[in-house]
Structures are given as structure tokens and as C-alpha cells.
């Protein structure tokens, strides 16, 4: 990620100002706790991971290497193609309706009040857990007691079946996941909008520009690199999706909540095909290594016209 | 393990941001302004409402809740959710009142959230600040490339760990047990290692080498100077490490088969699906969920001013 450069030039700068001293043995037993996890937890399990991803495991017996299967059966598998749409269809509408609220969110608390008291309600979603956030929502949105359909109801509207019809389910989940996670994106935005120096705005304001004036040629502009950043992290994340389903659809009605992380779960602990599992996280990896990169690219994070 | 849909790589600024005052409005009525805040307390209702829903259901008798679905306010006020939630309802109560009437006792879930949580941040920021400091003032051979490597687990997404990692804790004979859930993030992550070493490259370089002029061995330094100015960012990174840890739920659900090792989030899916399909126990899923809930919410309340400032983009000009 972006963030290491500066500080890795930074520490190579301050390298020992006073003479040299060699501390390698007790660094190497400083490091030596994290370095095992790293290897253990991180390294291993990656290789691993794409290890079995070529092998047929059902967790009993040793996994057997079975070539290029794995990634046969993947292609020519319509519930794998299904949950990838389903996924993409999630992300898009997560993703969308998620950066352009927090924005607004963001942008607000800049320039009405930077009171801490209206952050913290804002982010108070983002501290409880994706299981709470669906059970509650698992609630307010039923179909016959919900709230949310007795409101509809009284504004002489249909009720909705919000988590039991195929064309609401997806973006529901996409609606309730924004809940949770808006107030702490739209704190990132904040905390890169500190970054913009009051005196571009107060410049503006002599030139007699209006807010949304200043908005769109002030703080979108100079706020591009930390925006791509926040969209890099939030669709990674949002390609996960997992807890949300999990709680509240197990993937239905039929296979229309069906993410792919799901359907990895199910194939893995339902099925016991941890090979087949295996290579869709492989499959995965790759869109979000691809995703990322091309973000990257497009929005040009890796530089600031603030500079 | 996070497999939280937002992962922690740009949560903390170590180095606090350069604070603008805020703008000195006019106070004249101006419209923009009344519909930005009217915007805002749309934001602020429609965050806090849910939780505030748990709790009026909570307080609610399951039965009343049909006939009651347009009350703001609890309907025929009962603690019964609470108590089916704690298993203080014999099952013939439970059921007569539209619970599952299966024992469940959240006490134990409750106690197992608090020791996972505690073991992954206790060791996690314990053992990251170890390496920080290795990275950050010890003088050693390669190093830079070392923690180059590590930062390269930042872009590992954990969710693709998770199943090979199941397979190693299977392995060492550790599933359905509190450690195994915990073992994988107990040591490290990039990010923990990251952030803490920001913050000690800058502490003052001159009371560290006065102690060592002083004959202090630079074991005692990382005790009793670093680890102690760096009280303020061990904390935060602590809390965030901790809430992290207890909302998380693909992990533990993998591990996890038993009471012995259930932790909440995991508890809170089995007992929604243990409830009748028909004519769900409501108020009891809501005390349940608000149970679970509760103990962040206060963190949060503690710490709310610490856990705001926090967020933000470390190393980023």
C-alpha cells in the first residue's frame, strides 16, 4: 500500500546518528514473537492456500494433487459465475451509494460543525458487529412486524419483502452493510479533508465562490489521492462480504444472496471440498489484485495536486 | 483475524493531523445551511435509531409485539427477553413466550468474547511493539527489507488465509478451543507493527541515549522509556485491536462448534437459528443482540474522543 514509502525513506535517513552499534542478536529476539506469526499465519497459509488449490483435500485425508480440475470444474461451475455477479452487483451498489453519502457526511462535518460529539455518533454503527447489525435490520425490515414495513404501511404504501425476495435481497444487504460502515468511511474523508488548508476556502470565498462552487472545484480535486485510497480499502473490504449473508439470508431465496465468500464457506464447510474452495479464493485474490491495480492507475492515488 | 469488510490498513494517524479552526460562519439564517442540518440529524436519527429499537423490542413481551407494531414504546414492558437470554426461564416459560425453550447461557459467551479479545490484544500490540521497536531503533542487517516484507502482508487480504489457517489450527489439534481462535492475529499484523513503529521513530533520540549512556541495557530503554511514552498510541491501537476482535465472526464461526469455544457473534447465530421460523422470538433475538452490542457500546463511550481522533491515514502527506 501507498502509505510505506515516505516513512521508509524517512528511517533510512535518521539511521544511527551516533556511531554504529550492531543489536542484531536482540533484534533478532525482538522480532523474533511477530516473525513467527508473520510466517506462520500470513506466508504459510498464502502458499498454502494456492498449494491446495490444486489438489483434491476433504480435510480427512491428505490432499492429492488433481492438476488444473479445480479451475476446470471453476469455469464451468454457473453457481461460482452467479456468485461472482452477485458479488460485483453488491460491491457496485455498496460501494456507490457508500462513498457519495459518506462525502456528503464528510464534507458536513468540515464545514458545519468539527464538534467531536457528532463523529462519534456518526461512527457509533462501525462498533458494533456485522452479526448485531443484521439481526437488528433482520427485524426492523420484517415483512409483517418490521417497523420499516409498518411505516410503509402507514404511508399507504406496499410492504416490502425486503430479505425474501430475489430483487431486493442484494441491495438490502448493500443498504444495511452502508449503515455500518458510512460513519467510519465518511471519518476518513473528514480526516483527509483536514488535510486541505482553510485558505484555498477562504480564497474562494473572496472570489465569491457558493459552496457547492467550492465543493466541486476545491475539495474534489485536491482530495482525489485520499478518495482512491478510501475506495481501494472500502471495495477490498467489500469483496469480502460474508457476516451479513451469513445472518440474514444464508445466501437465498434460491441463490440470489449467494456472495461468492459464502458459497466458499458452504463449498469448504458444507461440502468438504477445501481443494475446490481453495481455488476460488485463488480466484478471488486475483480480481482483487487486479481491482486494486487498476484503481490505482485510473485515479492516479499515487499522486496529490496538493503538492 | 479481520475479516471485518473494512480492514484496519489506514484506520490509525499516529501523528495527530494539523487542526484548522473551523470556520467562523455568520450567524444569519442562510437556507443551504438549515438543509445540511436538517440532512445531518437525518444521519444522526437514522444511525442511533436501531439501537434504540433493540432495545424498546428487548423490553417488549414477544406476544404483544404483533398487536403493538406501531408502539415507539415497549409493549407490555418485560424483562423476559433478558432472562431467556441468561437462561433464567425454565423451557415451558421460554417457549409459552415464544422463545426456542433450548438452554442458552450468554454469560459463558460473554466470558469466552472477553478472553478471545484479550489474547489477541494483549499479545497482538505486545509483540508488534517488540518488533516496532527492533525496526524502528535497533541497528541490524537488512533491516529495511525485513519490514518491507512485513508491510507486504498488508496486501494480503485475511479473508484468503482464513481456510489454509483452519486447516494448520485443525492440525495442532486446536479447533473448538479459545486459543485457536485466537492464535492466527495473537502475534502480529503488518498494521499493528506499522503504526507502532511511526510513532517510536518519533520519540526524541536524545533521552534514549542518555539512559544508554547511564549503563542502560537497550532491553531496559524499550521498558521503562519507550513502552511508557508511548502510552497514548499503545492504547488506541489496543481498543481498536480489541473491538476488531470481538465483532469478528467468519473466523470464530470456523472454529468454533461448541460452547466451550462459542464467542458471542457466533452465539447471536446460532440462537437467531434456533428460534421458531414461525412467530420468531423477537424480543428475546433483540436483548440477545443488544447483550452482544453492549460492552463495545461502552468502550466506545469511554474512549469515544480517543477512538475518533484515531481514524485517520498514517504515513500519508
Not at chain 1, 77 to 91: E, G
Not at chain 1, 98 to 109: C, G, H, K, P, S
Not at chain 1, 147 to 162: E, H, K, Q, Y
Amino acid at each position: 500500500m501507498a502509505t510505506a514509502t515516505p516513512t521508509q525513506q524517512q528511517a533510512s535517513r535518521r539511521k544511527a546518528p551516533t556511531g554504529y552499534r550492531d543489536d542484531t542478536r536482540l533484534a533478532l529476539l525482538f522480532i523474533l514473537p511477530a516473525l513467527i506469526g508473520f510466517a506462520v499465519f500470513m506466508i504459510w497459509p498464502t502458499l498454502r492456500g494456492i498449494y491446495l488449490s490444486f489438489t483434491k483435500f476433504n480435510l480427512l485425508t491428505p490432499p492429492k494433487f488433481n492438476g488444473l480440475d479445480n479451475y476446470i470444474r471453476m469455469v464451468q461451475d454457473p453457481v461460482f459465475w452467479n456468485a461472482l455477479k452477485v458479488t460485483l452487483y453488491y460491491v457496485v451498489l455498496n460501494i456507490g451509494l457508500q462513498t457519495v453519502l459518506a462525502l456528503v457526511i464528510a464534507v458536513m462535518m468540515q464545514r458545519l460543525t468539527q464538534k467531536t460529539w457528532l463523529r462519534g455518533i456518526v461512527l457509533t454503527p462501525y462498533l458494533v458487529s456485522n452479526v448485531v447489525a443484521a439481526m437488528v435490520f433482520l427485524w426492523i425490515l420484517d415483512y409483517q412486524l418490521g417497523i420499516g414495513n409498518t411505516i410503509l404501511a402507514g404511508l399507504g404504501l406496499d410492504r416490502l419483502p425486503f430479505l425474501s425476495s430475489d430483487t431486493w435481497v442484494i441491495p438490502t444487504i448493500a443498504l444495511i452493510n452502508v449503515w455500518r460502515h458510512v460513519g467510519y468511511t465518511a471519518l476518513l474523508i473528514f480526516a483527509g479533508l483536514q488535510l486541505i488548508p482553510e485558505t484555498v476556502y477562504e480564497a474562494g470565498k473572496i472570489d465569491g465562490a457558493s459552496e457547492v462552487r467550492m465543493f466541486r472545484s476545491i475539495t474534489i480535486p485536491l482530495l482525489r489521492p485520499i478518495l482512491s485510497l478510501v475506495l481501494i480499502i472500502t471495495v477490498v473490504g467489500s469483496f469480502q462480504v460474508f457476516d451479513t449473508v451469513a445472518i440474514a439470508t444464508r445466501g437465498g431465496p434460491v441463490d440470489s444472496s449467494r456472495v461468492l465468500q459464502f458459497y466458499i464457506y458452504d463449498v469448504a464447510f458444507g461440502r468438504f471440498q477445501f481443494g475446490y474452495a481453495s481455488a476460488m479464493s485463488v480466484a478471488l485474490l486475483a480480481v482483487l489484485v487486479v481491482i486494486t491495480f487498476v484503481q490505482y492507475r485510473l485515479t492516479r492515488a499515487e499522486s496529490s495536486d496538493l503538492a | 483475524m479481520t475479516t471485518d469488510t473494512t480492514p484496519q490498513v489506514a484506520t490509525i494517524a499516529p501523528t495527530t493531523t494539523v487542526r484548522h479552526a473551523a470556520p467562523k460562519e455568520p450567524r444569519s439564517f442562510n437556507p443551504g445551511r438549515a438543509l445540511a442540518w436538517a440532512f445531518m440529524i437525518l444521519v444522526i436519527l437514522v444511525s442511533l435509531f436501531p439501537f434504540y429499537w433493540m432495545l424498546r423490542t428487548a423490553l417488549s413481551s414477544n406476544n404483544a409485539l404483533y398487536a403493538g407494531s406501531h408502539s415507539l414504546l415497549p409493549v407490555q414492558a418485560s424483562a423476559g427477553g433478558f432472562e431467556r437470554v441468561f437462561g433464567l426461564q425454565t423451557g415451558q416459560e421460554a417457549i409459552d413466550a415464544g422463545g426456542a425453550g433450548q438452554a442458552i447461557n450468554f454469560w459463558r459467551y460473554l466470558f469466552n468474547s472477553v478472553v478471545v479479545s484479550t489474547l489477541i490484544t494483549v499479545g497482538q500490540v505486545f509483540f508488534s511493539a517488540m518488533a516496532a521497536y527492533a525496526f524502528a531503533r535497533l541497528q541490524w542487517k537488512h533491516r529495511e527489507k525485513v519490514f518491507a516484507f512485513f508491510l507486504a502482508g498488508l496486501m494480503i487480504p485475511a479473508i484468503f488465509t482464513l481456510l489454509p489457517n483452519f486447516v494448520l489450527i485443525k492440525q495442532l489439534g486446536l479447533v473448538d478451543t479459545l486459543l485457536g481462535i485466537a492464535l492466527p492475529t495473537m502475534f502480529m499484523t503488518p498494521f499493528a507493527v506499522f503504526f507502532l513503529r511511526q510513532f517510536f521513530l518519533g520519540i526524541s533520540r536524545e533521552v534514549e541515549e542518555a539512559a544508554l549512556m547511564d549503563g542502560a541495557s537497550k532491553v531496559r530503554v524499550f521498558f521503562r522509556l519507550i513502552l511508557p511514552m508511548s502510552v497514548a498510541p499503545i492504547t488506541t491501537l489496543a481498543i481498536l485491536t480489541y473491538i476488531a476482535s470481538w465483532n469478528e465472526y467468519f473466523w470464530a464461526l470456523m472454529v468454533s462448534y461448541t460452547d466451550k469455544s462459542r464467542v458471542l457473534t457466533v452465539a447471536l447465530g446460532v440462537f437467531k437459528s434456533q428460534t421458531p421460523q414461525t412467530g420468531p422470538d423477537w424480543s428475546g433475538l433483540m436483548a440477545a443482540t443488544l447483550v452482544a452490542a453492549l460492552p463495545m457500546l461502552v468502550l466506545f463511550m469511554l474512549f469515544a474522543k480517543r477512538i475518533v481522533n484515531s481514524i485517520g491515514f498514517s504515513g500519508i502527506k
